[in-house]
């Protein structure tokens, strides 16, 4: 069975940074577009950032210039590098495995001073 683990959320003060991992096990990882989505309280859960096989990244315009998606196929793990954070960042941020449809449990993210 499939299975997504994230890792590295935590408290961040603004202009801070923080890095999330999500390692896929249970399926096949290179060949599956990947994405990062938050969810802020009382508010829908939206994308953040995808990733697709060749290592092409897209962003939502809220992180650009500030959020770098990358991945390692060897290792099944996608990265969500995020500098100079905001207090609008602040979210649960989940992991999504499009080939499978399939959610990670999320990790938080709290900025704040």
């Given amino acids: 069975q499939v299975q997504l683990v994230e890792s590295g959320g935590g408290l961040v003060q603004p ?3 923080l890095r999330l991992s999500c390692t896929a096990s249970g ?3 290179s060949i599956s577009s990947m994405g990062w989505y938050r969810q802020a309280p ?6 953040v950032a995808t990733i697709v096989r060749d290592g092409s990244g897209s962003y939502a315009e809220s992180v650009k210039g500030r959020f770098t998606i990358s991945r390692d196929n060897a ?12 207090a ?7 992991c999504y495995w499009s080939l ?3 959610w990670g449990q ?3 993210v709290t900025v704040s001073s």
């Fill in 88 to 94: 609008e960042d602040t979210a649960v941020y989940y």
């Fill in 15 to 17: 202009g801070g940074s």
């Fill in 75 to 86: 290792k099944k793990t996608v990265y969500l590098q995020m500098n100079s954070l905001k």
């Fill in 100 to 102: 499978y449809d399939y």
């Fill in 27 to 29: 399926g096949t990882f």
């Fill in 42 to 47: 009382g508010k829908e859960r939206e994308l």
């Fill in 106 to 108: 999320g990790t938080q």
